[in-house]
């Protein structure tokens, strides 16, 4: 049970990286990007490859997916930085799953769809399983308290304000001189690095990655976590993130004392469950559970008739 546990904690705590970055991404700029896992298999491969085919060091790696995420990013930005809305959603979407199908019939990048299998974690063979799973889970809490450190500054810079200001109207950002493609573009690159940082940690905690696991549906739990925690704020994206994975693996100890129900059944009642959940908690806290705290701007009061100025 206590391998399980920590296992469930490593999951949240790569979850919860993924919603930071998806949060300066949505949240912040209010760019629909559905293509979450597109980014993280990015990572996840990069990394993957660079330290089982070239021997390059873990955190070499790690770094390595996390800037190779951030470039492809970047490329993507800069095509469909002036698409809005469902058409952004859209073509974002499509990304993701031109790169699952890429990986799944290009022998020569990935092994297709046997994946890679064998990707070093630190120290896996000299602890063993219990003592990597421990070591690791420390490694991903330090991460997501780095980034959650970094992101929170990021939230109250004026890059930051210039971003929620994208969000509310980009309009009036441009006419106050701001160069709104730009920062978009910038958005795009600072949330895409954690997503595929979060994909090399994946990686290299499971030891195998193939196209498979990098289905839409995990894009899904990354939009619920932000939803269900926050949109727009940094500590409702973990407490969101840590509360989705507490509900999909919850749902696994109630199905069992259903009687006369089927595997298939029983797995499409534990979404129902989670959807339920989830609604529910959108029912009652509509922005989440720990809202987005915006800024008072005080309005001077106006300046009585008798000290204005007379002609």
């Not at 809490?141 to 929170?152: D, E, G, M, N, Y």
């Not at 690095?193 to 990098?214: N, R």
């Not at 704020?233 to 969101?240: D, F, L, Q, S």
């Amino acid at each position: 049970m206590e391998h399980y546990l920590v296992a469930m904690g490593v999951t949240a705590g790569i979850y919860a990286i993924m919603a930071l970055g998806m949060n300066v991404i949505w949240g912040m700029a209010g760019l629909i990007n559905l293509g979450l896992v597109g980014f993280f298999a990015v990572g996840a491969y990069a990394s993957g490859l660079l330290t089982l085919k070239l021997g390059w060091p873990i955190v070499a790696g790690v770094a390595a997916g996390a800037v190779a995420a951030s470039l492809v990013g970047v490329a993507v930005a800069l095509i469909t930085v002036r698409l809005r809305g469902d058409y952004l959603a859209i073509v974002t979407l499509g990304f993701a799953e031109t790169m699952r199908i890429v990986m799944s019939n290009e022998l020569w990048i990935a092994n297709g769809t046997d994946g890679l299998s064998g990707i070093p974690g630190p120290f896996r063979q000299a602890l063993g399983p219990h003592g990597f799973n421990l070591l690791f889970l420390g490694i991903v809490v330090a991460a997501t308290a780095l980034l959650f450190f970094l992101f929170q500054r990021l939230d109250n810079s004026p890059f930051g304000r210039v971003l929620r200001g994208i969000r509310e109207d980009e309009q009036v950002v441009q006419v106050a001189g701001k160069n709104v493609v730009m920062f978009k573009v910038k958005a795009f690159a600072v949330g895409t690095a954690a997503l595929g940082m979060a994909g090399a940690l994946y990686g290299h905690f499971t030891s195998y990655i193939a196209p498979d696991l990098f289905a839409p549906l995990l894009t899904l739990y990354i939009k619920l976590s932000l939803l269900a925690g926050g949109l727009g704020n940094n500590i409702g994206a973990v407490v969101g993130a840590v509360l989705v994975v507490f509900f999909l693996e919850s749902t696994r100890f109630i199905v069992p004392f259903i009687p006369e129900i089927s595997a298939v059944q029983g797995a499409a009642l534990r979404e129902i469950l989670i959807a339920v959940a989830l609604l529910l908690i959108l029912r009652t806290r509509a922005r989440g559970l720990i809202p987005e705290r915006l800024a008072q701007v005080r309005i001077p009061p106006s300046v009585p008739a008798s000290l204005s100025l007379k002609p």
